[in-house]
């Protein structure tokens, strides 16, 4: 795989989750929120009320490597989510049941993957840049938002429409170009999808969420999630997980240094750094 491809795909190893079926079928209409004050106000509680979890459950892989075919990963994955930025995703691919771990923590980013198929390199960066996900196409901040933790600073930037049952909540940047859409289910306010853009206002990464399961009071967890990522030839690429189990845990400070701090990259093939503005470099 070329470097950029990898990244394309394997730093996008999120999930994919079939086609949100609310989204498909008809659904009960309900009054939408009256000002961006009010959606955001509805939606915040998600994050306040936000625990820490684990879960495991299936994945399905699509992607492309140089054929005109996708290609298909099957594997079980295991996962730790302590809000609001520690994440790990921890892939069994190919009989290494770390073949693929994606995690992140309040300062860096990393994503390794060990079988030859699917790469053998290692990425790692720091959150103190951009996002980066001209590069990514999709990381672990699109995966956290997944969880509900959407960052929502305050009321700049953003503006509220209604379409049918959905309240969507859009984001703009300093130049008024559209960075980010939410699209919220009126009726119970839960985000059925997260639409990402570039720089030219196209879409380039989609999170459908659906079949929440509550975890605590104003903290549901979606168990099937769906990210779709364009690349270069605008084919699409897709990861998929349905989660099986949800449980809510507790992290002491010694689990919370085995999940969550950036493992040392021994034994890959490459090394890349994503640097602050976004540039890929291989590393010795």
């Given at each position: 795989m070329?470097?950029?491809?990898?990244?394309a795909?394997?730093?996008?190893?999120?999930?994919f989750?079939?086609?949100?079926?609310r989204?498909q079928?008809p659904m009960?209409?309900?009054?939408?929120a009256?000002?961006?004050a009010?959606?955001l106000?509805?939606?915040?509680?998600?994050?306040q009320?936000?625990?820490?979890?684990?879960?495991?459950?299936q994945?399905?892989?699509?992607y492309?490597?140089g054929?005109k075919?996708?290609?298909k990963?099957n594997?079980?994955?295991k996962?730790?989510?302590n809000p609001p930025?520690?994440i790990r995703?921890?892939?069994?691919?190919a009989?290494n049941?770390?073949?693929?771990v994606?995690?992140?923590n309040?300062?860096?980013?990393?994503?390794?993957?060990k079988?030859k198929?699917?790469?053998?390199?290692?990425?790692?960066?720091?959150w103190?840049?951009?996002?980066c996900f001209?590069q990514?196409?999709?990381?672990?901040?699109?995966?956290?938002?997944?969880?509900?933790?959407v960052?929502i600073?305050?009321?700049?930037?953003?503006?509220l429409?209604?379409?049918?049952?959905?309240?969507?909540l859009t984001k703009?940047?300093?130049r008024?170009?559209i960075?980010?859409?939410?699209?919220?289910?009126?009726?119970?306010?839960?985000?059925?999808?997260?639409e990402?853009?570039?720089?030219?206002?196209e879409i380039?990464a989609?999170t459908?969420?659906d079949?929440y399961?509550e975890?605590?009071?104003?903290f549901l967890?979606?168990s099937?999630i769906k990210?779709?990522?364009?690349?270069?030839?605008d084919?699409?690429e897709?990861f998929?997980?349905s989660?099986?189990?949800i449980?809510?845990?507790?992290?002491t400070e010694?689990?919370?240094n085995?999940?969550?701090a950036r493992?040392e990259?021994?034994g890959?093939e490459?090394?890349?750094?994503?640097s602050?503005?976004?540039?890929?470099?291989?590393?010795?």
């Amino acid at each position: 795989m070329q470097g950029k491809f990898v990244i394309a795909v394997a730093a996008g190893i999120l999930i994919f989750a079939g086609c949100a079926p609310r989204m498909q079928k008809p659904m009960r209409v309900c009054p939408g929120a009256e000002s961006v004050a009010e959606s955001l106000s509805l939606l915040r509680p998600q994050l306040q009320q936000s625990v820490s979890f684990k879960a495991n459950g299936q994945c399905l892989l699509l992607y492309y490597d140089g054929d005109k075919k996708p290609k298909k990963e099957n594997f079980q994955v295991k996962l730790w989510l302590n809000p609001p930025a520690q994440i790990r995703l921890q892939g069994d691919v190919a009989f290494n049941p770390k073949g693929i771990v994606l995690g992140s923590n309040e300062n860096e980013f990393w994503l390794s993957m060990k079988p030859k198929e699917i790469g053998n390199s290692y990425f790692w960066g720091s959150w103190a840049g951009r996002s980066c996900f001209e590069q990514l196409l999709i990381s672990p901040e699109l995966l956290l938002e997944a969880f509900g933790i959407v960052k929502i600073n305050d009321e700049k930037n953003w503006s509220l429409s209604n379409e049918g049952a959905f309240d969507i909540l859009t984001k703009r940047d300093e130049r008024n170009k559209i960075i980010k859409k939410i699209y919220v289910y009126s009726c119970d306010y839960t985000v059925v999808k997260i639409e990402y853009f570039d720089k030219n206002a196209e879409i380039i990464a989609v999170t459908e969420l659906d079949k929440y399961r509550e975890m605590s009071r104003d903290f549901l967890v979606p168990s099937v999630i769906k990210i779709t990522t364009r690349v270069n030839d605008d084919s699409e690429e897709s990861f998929r997980i349905s989660l099986k189990s949800i449980k809510p845990t507790s992290f002491t400070e010694k689990k919370r240094n085995i999940f969550f701090a950036r493992p040392e990259p021994k034994g890959f093939e490459h090394i890349y750094k994503i640097s602050e503005n976004c540039d890929v470099i291989e590393q010795p």
